[in-house]
T-cell receptor
């Protein structure tokens, strides 16, 4: 059974204080690892896809990295508008047919950036 | 391009009532799915579909029915609502062109069952 564990559950940062969010995963074979951002009262919004260990993706103040067992979302010099819940999800290449699309989500890390 | 739309935004039901949550997408995506999100539980897959006439069960399908008669629409039916179905429901869609895991979510339906 695929498992995704995110830590910490909640993180408070001062504006400009860089940090990282962790996503550790257990999957038979990784097809892809995904990061989503969710603002209060809204649906998740796609951020990044990572496919293989060593891969990195960047977007503004966010950088996602991937190893064989975990992924990190690095936030550099965060701003209050970066406050949100960040979700990690995995896609298992063991699944076939319609199941190939399925994602297993972690519970998320709630990030608060204080001005 | 409206993306993924969901109606209603909020609904209150009494135990035993039935209702349908609507979901539509205008991106011609073949894959559509329903999730529920509960505090401390994360997103859990209820049902999914890869095309008209094709549906399958996810992790938590009990008490819910789905059908897919068109590419655009994927309604979720609660047959006899229970307090345990109080949750926030999200519909999502994707296509295999982006690997299937890049999913576009609707704004959600907040359901309270009394």
């Amino acid at each position: 059974e695929d498992q995704v564990t995110q830590s910490p559950e909640a993180l408070r940062l001062q504006e400009g204080e860089s940090s990282s969010l962790n996503c550790s995963y257990t999957v038979s074979g990784l097809r892809g690892l995904f990061w989503y951002r969710q603002d209060p009262g809204k649906g998740p919004e796609f951020l990044f896809t990572l496919y293989s260990a060593g891969e990195e993706k960047e977007k503004e103040r966010l950088k996602a990295t991937l190893t064989k067992k975990e992924s990190f979302l690095h936030i550099t010099a965060p701003k209050p508008e970066d406050s949100a819940t960040y979700l990690c999800a995995v896609q298992d290449n063991r699944n076939s047919g319609a199941g190939s699309y399925q994602l297993t989500f972690g519970k998320g890390t709630k990030l608060s950036v204080i001005p | 391009n409206a993306g993924v739309t969901q109606t209603p935004k909020f609904q209150v039901l009494k135990t035993g009532q039935s209702m349908t949550l609507q979901c539509a997408q205008d991106m011609n995506h073949e894959y559509m799915s329903w999730y529920r999100q509960d505090p401390g539980m994360g997103l859990r897959l209820i049902h999914y579909s890869v095309g008209a006439g094709i549906t399958d069960q996810g992790e938590v399908p009990n008490g819910y029915n789905v059908s897919r008669s068109t590419t655009e629409d994927f309604p979720l039916r609660l047959l006899s609502a229970a307090p345990s179905q109080t949750s926030v429901y999200f519909c999502a869609s994707s296509d295999w062109g982006t690997g299937g895991g890049t999913q576009y979510f609707g704004p959600g339906t907040r359901l309270l069952v009394l």
